[in-house]
């Protein structure tokens, strides 16, 4: 049973997705909002995507589900949310290279509904998951923020706050198997696309495309 509720709450998430990126997508100098969404649907890319994001999101539930049996319901439902949220920003970073803040508020606030919630369903361990949800939060967010000053064309400030709600939603006990794959994934799409010449030393690239394959698998290989 909930297996079908975290399929549904998936269909949920990539007809949003749908919405979202086709407004997002849209050129406001151009003006005629109405004419341009309407041809960005018509191209399908959209809605490949997030057909796509809709497959991966039900089949990480089901695998949740039947594999990580000691995970409770809402323990997977913030495990897909975060990844819900990776999808739109890695199509509009690797479109833009940009991570919009509309993507971290939301995620923000999402993560506060889950946080009421856990606090009426899961009292006894809701402040030691807060806790640790926001020492994740700030640790990481300060160190990738650190970073960034460090490397002049590593990381954008949209990484880094992304990063920072990856804490949120992962706490202590996830957050660092996440941010390891997504590192590790960023490491090898970088050495790819210097072999093939696409990229030079010098050059940055989308870091929340290698985000969302790095925390699929870590979500798959951990469950966390």
């Known amino acids: 049973m909930n297996i079908l509720w975290l399929c549904l709450l998936s269909l949920l998430y990539g007809l949003v997705m749908f919405i979202y990126l086709g407004y997002s997508m849209i050129d406001k100098e151009k003006g ?32 949740l589900e039947c594999i990580y049996k000691y995970n409770s319901i809402i323990m997977n439902i913030k495990l897909l949310t975060m990844l819900a949220l990776l999808f739109p920003a ?45 020492i994740a939060g700030v640790v990481v967010m300060i160190f990738f923020l650190l970073c960034s000053f460090i490397s002049r064309n590593g990381l954008g400030m949209g990484d880094v706050k992304i990063m920072g709600l990856l804490g949120l939603y992962h706490g202590l006990t996830g957050v660092f198997s996440q941010l390891f794959f997504s590192l590790l994934v960023a490491f090898i799409l970088s050495i790819y696309l210097l072999i093939k010449k696409v990229k030079k030393g010098k050059d940055s690239i989308a870091f929340a495309p290698a985000m969302l394959v790095g925390c699929v698998i870590a979500t798959i290989l951990t469950g966390l």
């Open 90 to 134: 890695a199509y509009i970073d690797k479109q833009r290279h940009i991570i919009p803040n509309k993507i971290i508020l939301l995620g923000i606030i999402i993560r506060m509904v889950i946080w009421l919630i856990e606090f009426f369903v899961e009292t006894d361990t809701f402040f030691t998951v807060l806790k640790s949800d926001v």
């Open 32 to 63: 005629n909002y109405a004419r341009q969404y309407i041809n960005l649907i018509k191209e399908k890319k959209i809605s490949i995507y997030c057909g796509i994001a809709v497959a991966v999101l039900c089949a990480v539930g089901a695998f």
